[in-house]
């Protein structure tokens, strides 16, 4: 049985000796592994049931790190990471031969981050290598955001889970790459694309491309709930009905019982609305609905993120 705790020495001797642990982060939770040591990176992808070309996200605790990790850092990512870590950012750079191609699935870029949670940021300098950290979920499912959504999954599977409470902004980080001197966003995420404009200027967006399976964040059907979900159209309202739930932006819907419903944020507040998204929905999963029904919510800050989660999650045709 995993244990949960708050002990960063006991996750680091874990991590030490090849295994793999629950670690927070402001995002989500991870299923952190030595990303310099073949067997625990393995041990991840195959505790995630995770498809070994969908590559890993390195993570560390300074930029001083990252530049040991990369060929060559270009100015745009330079200047986002100053300005957004430790934050919901991650950047894809060259990589230097000591990453693995196991990490990498052969790619010839890394993604990397600083994740912005105090417990992960001690461990991290307390280890003398990065951690490798998919979102600590079953390949396809929502992302956990609190310490028991990982032991409900993976728990039996794992010794150890680093409790850091509930993420504070609760979707994956956004990820952006640097290519022929053009910022691209890959996948949208923690940190708003009107920050990321500020800093470095108007960005490429590409996050619907369903056949690149480089990038599976990507593919149109993923971080989905078990029943399926219906994403409403702006301004349309579900239909009557006993056996269905449903996910409202500010106010419950009529027609469904407010008992199968979760609100994301009484007062609109799409920050608020992002840390309650998966939590809410792991919740809509397990009452005794048939069917999902979820508001889409302003494009506007961390809304883009959101509206592209539920559609991923929805039923499409
Ligand atoms: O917020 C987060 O990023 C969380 C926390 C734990 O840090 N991690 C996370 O990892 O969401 P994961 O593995 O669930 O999602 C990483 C995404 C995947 O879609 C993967 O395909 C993409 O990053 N990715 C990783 N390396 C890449 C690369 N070199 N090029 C393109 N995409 C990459
Ligand atoms: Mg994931």
Redesign the pocket.
């Known amino acids: 049985m995993t244990q949960i705790g708050t002990d960063v020495r006991l996750a680091a001797e874990f991590l030490q000796a090849g295994n793999v642990v629950g ?1 927070p ?8 592994g030595n990303a310099f040591n073949p067997d625990a990176v393995l041990t991840i992808f195959r505790v ?1 049931n ?1 498809p070994a070309f ?4 390195i ?1 560390t605790d300074s930029l001083a790190k990252v530049e040991q990790f990369v060929t060559s850092v270009p100015e745009p990512a330079q200047k986002l990471a100053r300005m957004f870590w430790p934050g ?1 950012l ?1 950047l ?1 750079l060259p ?1 230097h031969d000591q990453i693995s191609d196991l ?3 052969g ?5 990397v ?1 600083i ?1 912005n949670h105090p417990l992960t940021l001690d461990l991290l300098r307390s280890i003398d290598f990065p951690l490798a ?5 079953p390949f396809g499912y929502i ?1 956990p955001t609190t310490a028991q959504h990982v032991a409900d999954q993976l728990g039996d599977q794992i010794p150890y889970i680093l409790d850091g409470g509930p993420a504070s902004i609760g ?3 956004t ?1 952006i ?1 640097f290519e022929n001197r053009k910022a691209t966003v ?2 949208l ?2 940190m708003a694309l009107e920050q990321i404009e500020g800093v470095i200027g108007p960005v490429d967006v590409r996050t619907h491309s369903t056949s690149n399976p ?6 149109s059907s ?1 971080y989905a709930p078990r029943k399926p979900l219906i994403l409403l159209k702006p301004g349309e309202s579900p239909q009557p009905d006993k056996r269905a739930g449903a996910l409202a932006f500010r106010e419950p819907f009529g027609g469904i019982s407010p008992d199968n419903q979760r609100i994301l944020s009484p007062t609109g507040d799409l920050n608020e609305a992002a840390k309650n998204l998966f939590a809410h929905l792991r919740t809509l999963d397990a009452l005794p609905v048939d069917v999902i029904y979820a508001e889409q919510l302003p494009n506007q800050g961390l809304g883009w993120a959101i509206n592209d989660r539920l559609k991923r999650a929805s039923v499409q045709d």
């Open positions: 670690i982060t402001e995002t989500v939770y991870g299923l952190a995630k995770r969908d590559p890993l996200i993570h919901p991650t894809l990589k990490v990498t699935s790619l010839p870029t890394v993604a981050r994740p950290a998919p979102s600590a979920n992302s979707l994956e980080s990820i790459g890959f996948r995420g923690g480089n990038a599976p964040g990507m593919l993923h």
